[in-house]
């Protein structure tokens, strides 16, 4: 994209998905709703303290501040180069750390900020807040499915079994599913199915029947048919490669 950062999430994916489609001939549907960006976050007994809400609110006390950042987010154009001229913050000290040893240093107070990922669910497991980005500064990254334009041709009947995942999980939604994965170590199929169960209301009743794990069987009746069939087990298997993509 020429060097810019784009930040705007409809502008963003329009461009994506004709660069994909063009260049690799890969089609993505529709985003899910939840946005795996950077943030920054703190303790959360400590933004209350301070009264922190957004990332301008540290304009003050940067200077005073130890930041834990991965290797990556400070070598990125849309990481701390990005944060530092926007907001013009300038942390006392920076760490480069590793990014599974960011959340519990900042939980046990090494750390007074770190460079956390939005559905990261440590967010909750460890008691953190994250600052909202009130000027915009880091770019959307919408999880979203992504297949062969020759798949979706094919079987066009794939694109209406993961349908209902449109728009379905928000930041707050997917920290909770990775929460119970990641931290309760609950297999991810059972997280998929108990999500899918809780939305019965909201989801077509005929992507909430099938064997879940079906999705291992060879099919008789046609591809095509048969993923129509199993928008189920098709929509958690697609949820697990989700969370273990963002892992």
């Known amino acids: 994209l020429e060097g810019r950062v784009l930040r705007d999430s ?20 529709p985003p899910i709703g939840f946005n795996n ?14 009264g922190w809400e957004r990332i301008s609110d ?11 950042f991965t ?15 926007t907001y013009g913050l300038t942390f006392g000290q920076t760490m480069d750390m590793d990014p599974g040893l960011m959340y519990p240093a900042l939980a046990d107070g090494q750390v007074d900020v770190i460079s956390a990922f939005a559905t990261d669910g440590r967010i909750e497991a460890y008691a953190l807040r994250l600052l909202e980005d009130d000027k915009g500064v880091f770019p959307p990254y919408d999880a979203a499915p992504v297949l062969r334009s020759e798949t979706l041709t094919r079987y066009p009947e794939i694109r209406d079994a993961l349908a209902p995942l449109a728009g379905a999980i928000d930041d707050e939604a997917m920290r909770r599913l990775n929460y119970e994965v ?7 199929a059972r997280v998929a199915r108990e999500w899918i169960e809780a939305r019965r ?5 005929g992507a909430l029947t099938g064997d ?22 098709l929509i958690i298997k697609t949820l697990e490669h989700l969370r273990l993509t963002g892992v």
């Open 10 to 29: 409809d502008t963003v994916f329009q461009k994506v998905a004709g660069a994909y489609r063009e260049n690799f001939d890969l089609e993505w549907l």
């Open 201 to 205: 209301g909201e989801v077509p009743e």
């Open 182 to 188: 990641d931290e309760l170590r609950r297999p991810p």
């Open 212 to 233: 879940p794990d079906a999705s291992a069987k060879v099919p008789t009746e046609g591809v095509g048919r048969f993923l129509a069939r199993q928008r189920r087990a």
């Open 37 to 50: 960006t950077y943030a920054l976050a703190v303790r959360a007994e400590t933004a209350e303290e301070l």
């Open 58 to 68: 540290l304009a003050g006390e940067a200077d005073n501040l130890t930041a834990g």
């Open 71 to 85: 290797s990556e987010f400070v070598a990125r154009p849309d990481g701390y180069r990005a944060l530092r001229r």
